[in-house]
């Protein structure tokens, strides 16, 4: 009987890795990455590298409990009109005659749509970083031409800059400085925001946090100084929701830090059978621009 294969990173998405030390490159030796400096980085049995300085995860990293939520409710579809518009979006940023290019998904959950994006886009590769190491795992899995990291979306990334074709920033924190430096020259960025009518007959019921109206405002903000506001879409979907779904929707995102699985649990029990639930969304695309404010010829 053969001995299992050992762990390796995806080849093809290497030459995009940096050392989060020293950022010199990063190579594949034996089971590990090491870059020039010789910092190593193993790479996990399932097949994603933990690429955080210190290797310990902040204290808002998704737990385990949160991740099997996050793809139980997923995998029941209620959100595919908004993975299927997602996907659409990417392929006409990175084009239809694209022939190479990588899609980076920054705060990627389980890898959910970004496996849909390149679905749309089958000659691109894919890049799942998520600061919850349950979630690179199962990321690392969600499509064969995918690969995953433990990183910080919101700080420096282990990225070499101009590498990244897309980056998707799907109900995600980002740093717009950071994803400015790693987008190519034509690059693009693609964000999906929850508005304030999401979701809100579950908001008092299940104690989910409730959205921002002025969210979208302050994203635009932020983006103005390198990025070039693009198409933006609306996304109104009316859910047929039941307890469970109502449950795996709470018990996968931040109100799951404020209540036990058991509490949450309790609330969807007393809620009727069947419910009828608003999600509103807004799909916007930014193009990169120079310091200066001028787009690539």
Known sequence: MSA?????FPPPL???????????????EATALRCVARHGFDVARQGYVNLLPGHRAPGNADTQSMVAARETFLARGHYEPLAALLAEHAARLTGADATEGCVLDVGAG????LARVLDRCPALTGLAIDISRFAARRAARAHARAGALIADGERTLPIRNHSVALALSVF???NVTELHRILNRRGALLIVTPTDQHLTQLIQPMGLLSVDARKEERLHTRLRATFKP??????????????????????MGPSAFHASTEELRR???????????????????????????SAPA
Do not use: K, M, W
């Not at 995009?16 to 190579?27: A, E, F, K, V």
């Not at 059978?273 to 930014?286: G, H, K, P, Q």
């Open 4 to 8: 299992p294969a050992s762990p390796r």
């Open 14 to 28: 290497l030459p995009l890795l940096c050392c989060p030390i020293c950022q010199s490159p990063l190579r594949q």
């Open 110 to 113: 389980t890898g959910h749509y």
């Open 172 to 174: 995600a924190p980002r």
């Open 230 to 251: 693009g198409v933006r879409e609306a996304l109104e979907l009316t859910l047929r929701l039941t307890r469970d779904d109502a449950f795996h929707i709470a018990a």
């Open 267 to 293: 609330r969807a029990d007393v809620l009727p059978e069947l419910l009828t639930v608003s999600a509103s969304f807004t799909v916007a695309s930014y193009h990169r621009v120079e310091r200066n404010g």
